[in-house]
């Protein structure tokens, strides 16, 4: 089973805001909403880093744990989900996350009730996968057509990666070990742990590899 | 006459002062959130014309295979 993850490669990230427009394209989401943004670090400083910014789906994910009416889910595959018809609004998710993903629009289809709206990972809500309802609550459905969120896909260097965690890190690590440099993922710790040193991973003095 | 009256509107005050007491049950109701479908099954309310070309409905195995090649378009180094 895929384990859906992303990951923003900060070497490769031109802060082209492509990844924000098919987003928006995409969802149709309305003015003052972005379920995704490009971040800059020392922006004008030589040496400057892009990352794109959006939910993350966390394995231990802190809105799921603050929601007071339990209106979040996580689906099999790992896509951190939550339903509309139950949110209140009330913002508590906003506060826990650390990536800044949940938004309260206030107007629009989007805003009715100031539900919260987030970054669903192309894979909508619990409507009927596709079904026009689904739509106008999530956007669009693209896991259920057998496609990735557009973000990843329409990124035009490659820098923001979005799948099969597994495999979005085997590229990852195959880019590294090429360029020799950038190996931060930013948030990557954060949303979904940091790695575990086992036995094996640190062989004992004297040990031979 | 006047007892009766009396005894009328002290048992009225009492079940009023008492129904305070009643509380109900304040545990969330788990049932509230609508149960999602797995993505490899698709709706009859999905437009067919979106769906990605070379897998079946309903077939898991080969829904992840078909997420397992779209992750590959994403590996430049293995175009």
């Given at each position: 089973?895929?384990r859906m993850?992303?990951?923003c ?11 924000v427009?098919?987003c928006k394209?995409?969802h149709?989401v309305?003015w ?12 004008g400083?030589?040496g ?15 809105c ?16 951190v989900?939550?339903d ?20 309260f629009?206030?107007n ?22 596709g ?5 106008l ?15 990843a ?9 979005g ?12 880019r590294?070990?090429n ?8 948030g ?22 | ?8 509107g ?16 304040q545990t969330m ?11 490899w ?7 067919p ?31």
């Open positions: 089973m895929a993850k992303f990951i490669d900060a070497e490769r990230c031109i802060e082209c805001n492509g990844c427009t098919a394209a995409e149709n309305p003052g909403v972005n379920r995704r943004r490009v971040v800059t670090l020392n922006d400083v030589a400057e880093k892009s990352i794109s910014v959006a939910c993350m789906h966390c394995s231990d994910a802190p799921m744990a603050v929601c007071p009416v339990n209106c979040f889910y996580r689906t099999d595959e790992g896509v989900l939550h509309k018809d139950v949110c209140i609004g009330c913002g508590y998710c906003s506060y826990a996350c650390p990536f800044g993903a949940p938004q629009p206030s629009g289809e989007f805003g009715l009730r100031g539900k919260m709206d987030k970054c669903t990972f192309c894979a909508g809500g619990p409507e009927a996968n079904s026009e309802a689904e739509n609550k999530y956007g669009r459905n693209r896991l259920s057509e057998g496609k990735l969120p557009a973000c896909e329409m990124c035009s260097t490659k820098a923001l990666l799948g099969d965690g597994d495999v979005v890190a085997d590229i990852f690590r195959t590294v070990l360029r020799g440099k950038g190996s931060e993922v930013w990557w710790g954060t949303a979904y742990g940091k790695p575990v040193q086992t036995s094996s991973a640190a062989p004992a003095n004297g040990a031979k590899k | 006459m006047i007892a009766r009256a009396l005894v009328l002290a048992a009225t005050a009492l079940a009023l002062s008492l129904a305070a007491c009643g509380e109900k049950p109701d788990q049932s509230a959130r609508k149960a999602d479908a797995e993505p099954t698709v709706s009859d309310a999905a437009n014309a979106f769906r990605a070309p070379g897998w079946k409905d309903g077939d898991q195995a080969a829904w992840e295979q078909q997420i397992r090649q779209r992750n590959q378009a994403q590996n430049d180094y293995a175009r």
